[in-house]
């Protein structure tokens, strides 16, 4: 029997994110913040969906932890607080000022000894570590034609086991069209790339603006 999908119109998904749990003082001061520089806030990780990563890193063993792509913070602060006690989160942000930021959230909500910024281009920072297992979490959320680079450089460096969870893989409903642009065409590749990936388990999520789960095989 088929079951039809139920449509998420925009007072459907403000309903589910007014039911993500632990946005607290901290966090909503980061959504005020952002929201106040403008268009660019969509860059922002939705508050369900940052809570959704928290979860995911609190079901894992939460020792080291990556995020591609920090922006503000707020995503960074919701996968912190989802590590193990002894837990460390590796934040790459290309822009100084957006790492100043993140890195004053972080501090504010309690989790900066957690929080290592590096500032520069990602790619530069994730081939620079050892090629090894290293992390167990991974957030992918930066720019997108960067997306398949990334990855590659991102599965040989998770432990078994480890989750990598990549944002936007609607890229806004532009992803089943006819849109050449080069992000689009970047996430398509990627996403296509994924679900053929004999080296992980995948799962695409219809959360806020697409989310794709790859979890690296090698441990039940």
Sequence with gaps: MSIEPTSIDLKLAEYVRE?????????RLVEEETAAM???????????QAAFLEMLVR???????????????YGAIRIAR???????LLCCELDPERAEIARRNVDRAGVGERVEIRIGP???????LPEEPTFDFAYVDADKS????????????????GLIAIDNVFMGGRITGADRDEGVVAVQGLNNLI??????DSVMLGMADGLTLARVKGQR
Excluded at 195 to 200: F, I, Q, T
């Design 82 to 88: 989802g590590l193990a006690e002894s837990g460390r």
């Design 195 to 200: 679900v053929d990936d004999e080296r992980v």
């Design 59 to 73: 079901l894992g063993p939460g020792r080291r932890a990556i995020e591609v792509g920090t922006f503000t913070g």
């Design 19 to 27: 039911h993500a749990s632990g946005r607290d003082e901290a966090l």
């Design 146 to 161: 960067g997306y398949p680079d990334y990855y590659e450089a991102l599965v040989p460096r998770m432990n078994p086991g």
């Design 38 to 48: 403008g268009s660019i806030q969509a860059m922002q990780t939705a508050p369900e």
């Design 122 to 128: 990602a790619i530069e920072t994730i081939r620079a």
